[in-house]
């Protein structure tokens, strides 16, 4: 069975989906005749032709509202916005347009895009290509927001964001691309949205992730096993909606919980997360909640990266100072 890394599963799901629906277009900056600045697209104008993989021009603004009017008359778009930090001017048509289209038209019309976009940080990259803002999307009610980890579960989230009737913002942890490979089968099928993945069970501390901090967060995981603590890692992959039921189960057995993200702490996802849990699973807790993040502050460049976002050592040192209380 061949194995891909994370950039190839995106390229393998979106010609699947390609072939599988004629109504699915792909378009944005340079993802035509380039194939895309970090090669996503590759191949498929060449593939599928210049009318259903479409390179743009350089506006965001048009490539989300284009991609709303092809979406209200039928089509299945699959936008790209080339870095997160290029994303804000698309805002208006997801906030605007996008999400509530299905509301404005009370259920006449939907709108079954999907806007792609790479995000995150420590690839030592220049300002705007680093920026970890998905809360803002997740603020947006009626936007999905999918953030995959790896290359099989990028391969059938994005087929399942594909074919869903409604607007998803899928966001693609950059750092992760051509870091890890592993085994794809381009069968067509779909993961599931709105479900969290159980990456390692535990029995001592609940890590909450997603995206890229999965590699530090499983890193801290084996470093605590060391130390005689059983920590349990689940990746949220769809922050809106989320489906808080496993994670609570989870801390019900565990007593303990950490989210950790690299997006800055000020209203960061993992408030959410961290307030649901007081919610629903306050009683089960035997320590306090806590946050590992990235620090409130412009994401720096290449030299203070490091600095700036969360690593293993305060995964691993923030779970053994919860593990002291009683």
């Not at 967060?217 to 922050?239: P, Y």
Request: proline share 6%; aromatic share 4%; glycine share 8%.
């Amino acid at each position: 069975m061949p194995e891909h890394n994370l950039v190839e599963a995106v390229n393998l799901a979106l010609a699947r989906a390609l072939v599988d629906d004629e109504g699915v277009v792909v378009l944005g900056e340079d993802v035509g005749i380039n194939g895309g600045v970090f090669r996503a697209t590759d191949g498929l104008a060449q593939r599928f032709g210049s009318d259903r993989v479409i390179d743009t021009p350089l506006s965001e603004g048009l490539i989300a509202g284009m991609s709303v009017g092809m979406a209200a008359s039928g089509l299945k778009p699959v936008a790209e916005i080339q870095f997160m930090g290029f994303i804000y001017p698309a805002i208006d048509q997801m906030d605007c347009h996008a999400s509530r289209l299905r509301n404005r038209t009370r259920g006449r019309l939907s709108c079954p895009m999907v806007l792609r976009a790479p995000y995150g940080g420590r690839v030592h990259a220049p300002e705007h290509h680093s920026e970890s803002t998905e809360a803002m999307f997740a603020h947006i009610p009626g936007l999905r927001v999918v953030i995959p980890s790896s290359p099989r579960r990028a391969y059938g989230l994005l087929l399942a964001a594909i074919r869903d009737p409604d607007p998803v913002v899928f966001l693609e942890p950059k750092r992760l691309y051509r870091a890890v490979t592993e085994e794809v089968v381009d069968d067509g099928q779909a993961l599931p949205l709105d479900k969290v993945f159980l990456l390692r069970e535990g029995r001592d501390i609940t890590l909450v992730t997603w995206g890229a901090m999965t590699i530090e967060t499983l890193a801290a995981a084996d470093d605590l096993a060391t130390h005689g603590v059983e920590a349990e890692v689940i990746d949220l992959a769809t922050l809106s909606p989320f489906d808080p039921s496993q994670i609570v189960s989870s801390v019900q057995k565990t007593g303990r919980c950490i989210v950790i993200h690299e997006a800055v702490r000020n209203a960061g996802f993992g408030a959410e997360v961290a307030a649901t849990v007081a919610e629903h699973g306050l009683l089960s807790l035997m320590a306090p909640l806590r946050r590992i993040t990235s620090v409130d502050t412009v994401v720096p460049l290449a030299r203070l990266e490091d600095l700036f976002m969360p690593d293993v050592e305060a995964i691993t040192d923030a779970a053994i100072e919860l593990m002291e209380y009683a």
